[in-house]
């Protein structure tokens, strides 16, 4: 068995649980206002297990990063040299 504990702002239902591609022997889900809670059981053993919702919480792109940390490092420098003109 296993139990699991999702945050709705992480991750939106409805929840689709598959244990190596088919579907557990049990599950049961719980709601409350900020948290999902899946249990569901299936045979012990290596086993790859997907947990599939509708909404996801957005990420920051990785491609934005670069350029982001490149604007922080020039107005970094910016402010240091404008405070040893002082």
């Not at 991750?11 to 598959?18: A, F």
């Not at 045979?43 to 909404?55: A, F, N, R």
């Not at 990785?62 to 003109?85: G, Q, T, V």
């Amino acid at each position: 068995m296993s139990n699991i504990t999702i945050p709705h702002e992480m991750l939106g239902g409805p929840y689709v649980v598959t244990v190596d591609g088919g579907l557990p022997a049990t599950q049961v889900t719980t709601e409350n206002g900020t948290h999902t809670s899946l249990y569901f059981t299936y045979l012990h053993s290596s086993h790859t297990v997907v947990i599939e919702g509708s909404t996801v919480i957005p990420e920051l792109p990785s491609m934005l990063i670069l350029p982001l940390m490149l604007l922080a490092s020039i107005f970094a420098a910016y402010l240091a040299r404008k405070k040893a003109e002082f």
